[in-house]
């Protein structure tokens, strides 16, 4: 009878243990770049010369894990709605960078649907404090498609795609919040201070802030923090403090391309802030760092902007490589393996169910052993499937160095007999075909030093000579085009002539996209007869949501 009792005492003191065991989550630093082109950070260079230096993003690219063969969409709110979603464009309808706000434009309704749960909303299942910081641009028609209708606890920035960094002004009105929870509060304190100094400000609060929270101890505090820190830079308007573009005056003799590494300096000594305040915080042993661009950048005065890809061709709003091939890292905690280069394939809508397989299992779990729980659990009832082309778990990848889950890219498709006129192109293994470009691209399909002064410095890149002349026998100038991006990088050699079969494969493959593509129309969401003007002249002229929650009846002012 003894026996048998303390057969069942020691069953129910494992029991106990087992429930009360608490899985150690890391805490979750995204930022993002806004326009950064290929070219644009030194570790990018060899042996450390760079035209510009960016020695705290290095830091973190030489001690943890640079992606080299990543990718991301050619335009900013796509590819945010990838890093936000995990679902590619292709089923989200967010093709274009039109969502809420962009310059020039009135705003709209178009936004990423409210049944795409977010990744904030995810990690707030898993116990994290969420935070957003800077540029959104995934919607703002209402309450519920800003950042904290879709799961952060805080935003501080802007809801629309760009805005000057002094004076916070998107168009006719300025665009700048601090929104907690529901309160959604235009901000006008920081009106004359650069973006990026204020974004970085914000960065060190929430951070400084989340650690005084941990060392109370509270069993009802938070114990994980995830960060999403977008950063302005260096979309246009190409402004920066002069203290920043000064040191570029002797080795720079491009004024735009000067303005631009006063931008990037600005943005990589925020970084290095930001770093810094972790380690003094207590939380550098136990936080992942994300750092990426949102696309290629917008080259030669492209976009009033003078970024450089080089030595890719193309640059922002084109499906060649310098519009595609992104600048991207991963540091810190969880990593089994560090210091080195990673040439798997990785994709924009890896990034979430990556960072969800390592948030489910916690630092302590090994991505290599049997009982690692996929991500995938703890998606909710109605969640819209993912399909081909949307994201995969790249973790064990990432972290160790092993081959990539991940074989193939949608670069981009549409619907059959319905193309909305945005291009299409996929890569499967080291091939990549663009069965057609845009008709509305305005960027150029050449090769441009944008100011970068190639012949000084050298990438990491090798193209094995000049770009070639329009003349050459293999130059792409008519669709579609095929390369072999592993061999051919930098596009120089279209071998859609000599290799018909492998054009016909890939054109197949590339028809199992569109078959589940949805149209541009896709994400334009219901609104509300209330003019968004009136509601920003009556909110101090700061734009604002101007539908309610159910988006049929006008914001209450």
């Not at 010369?49 to 992606?67: N, Y």
């Not at 920081?190 to 960065?203: C, F, H, P, V």
């Not at 305040?277 to 492209?302: M, R, S, V, Y």
């Not at 969401?525 to 949501?545: E, R």
């Amino acid at each position: 009878m003894m026996l048998k009792l303390l057969g069942v005492l020691s069953t129910i003191l494992i029991v106990a243990v087992a429930t009360t065991t608490k899985v150690r989550r890391p805490h979750i630093i995204f930022m993002v770049a806004d326009d950064l082109g290929y070219n644009d950070v030194s570790f990018h260079s060899k042996n450390g010369s760079a035209q510009i230096p960016t020695p705290h993003i290095d830091l973190l690219a030489h001690e943890g894990v640079e992606l080299r063969s990543y990718y991301v969409q050619p335009v900013c709110s796509p590819t945010r709605s990838c890093f936000m979603t995990g679902h590619h464009v292709i089923h989200t309808g967010i093709y274009l960078p039109d969502c809420g706000k962009s310059p020039g434009t009135q705003p709209n309704t178009r936004a990423v649907r409210p049944e795409f749960t977010m990744l904030p909303k995810h990690l707030k299942g898993l116990g994290y404090e969420t935070h957003a910081i800077g540029k959104w641009h995934l919607g703002m028609h209402t309450p519920a498609v800003v950042p904290t209708g879709r799961g952060f606890d805080t935003f501080y920035g802007f809801y629309g795609g760009a805005e000057d960094y002094f004076s916070h002004k998107n168009g006719l009105f300025r665009d700048y919040h601090d929104d907690v929870g529901a309160n959604l509060k235009p901000d006008w304190k920081d009106d004359g201070t650069y973006s990026t100094l204020l974004y970085t400000k914000r960065a060190v609060s929430v951070i400084k802030s989340f650690a005084a929270t941990m060392q109370q101890d509270s069993q009802s505090a938070p114990k994980s923090l995830f960060m999403y820190l977008a950063f302005q830079a260096i979309h246009e308007p190409d402004e920066a403090p002069q203290k920043y573009i000064d040191p570029f005056t002797a080795t720079i003799s491009n004024q735009g391309r000067r303005k631009v590494a006063g931008m990037i300096s600005a943005l990589d000594e925020g970084i290095g802030i930001v770093a810094g305040t972790l380690k003094t915080e207590g939380l550098w042993n136990d936080t992942l760092i994300i750092f990426t661009t949102d696309n290629g950048g917008p080259a030669q005065g492209f976009n009033f902007n003078w970024a450089s890809n080089w030595p890719l061709r193309g640059e922002k709003r084109t499906l060649w490589e310098g519009g595609l091939r992104g600048v991207g890292l991963v540091a810190g905690a969880g990593l089994q393996k560090k210091g080195y280069v990673n040439h798997e394939l990785f994709h924009a809508v890896d990034w979430m169910p990556s960072l969800l397989s390592l948030a489910v299992n916690g630092l302590d779990a090994d991505p290599t052993a049997p009982g690692w729980k996929p991500w995938s659990t703890i998606l909710a009832n109605g969640e819209p499937p993912f399909q081909l082309g949307d994201g995969v778990d790249a973790w064990h990848s990432l972290s160790t160095g092993s081959p990539s889950p991940r074989t193939e890219i949608i670069h981009e498709s549409h619907p059959i007999g319905n193309d909305d006129g945005h291009g299409q192109a996929v890569r499967v293994g080291d091939f990549k075909l663009i069965l057609k470009k845009s008709p509305g691209w305005t960027a150029g399909d050449s090769w441009y030093e944008s100011g970068s002064d190639p012949s000084k410095y050298t990438n990491v890149i090798d193209c094995g000579g000049p770009p070639p002349k329009a003349s050459a026998p293999d130059y792409c100038d008519s669709f579609p085009c095929l390369f072999n991006i592993r061999q051919d990088p930098c596009e120089y050699h279209d071998l859609s002539k000599s290799m018909p079969d492998k054009v016909a494969q890939l054109k197949q493959t590339l028809q199992k996209y569109q078959r589940t593509s949805v149209p541009d129309s896709f994400h334009v969401l219901p609104g509300c007869s209330t003019k968004p003007n009136l509601v920003a002249i009556k909110n101090n002229n700061t734009w604002m949501p101007w539908c309610s929650a159910t988006n049929e009846e006008p914001m209450v002012i």
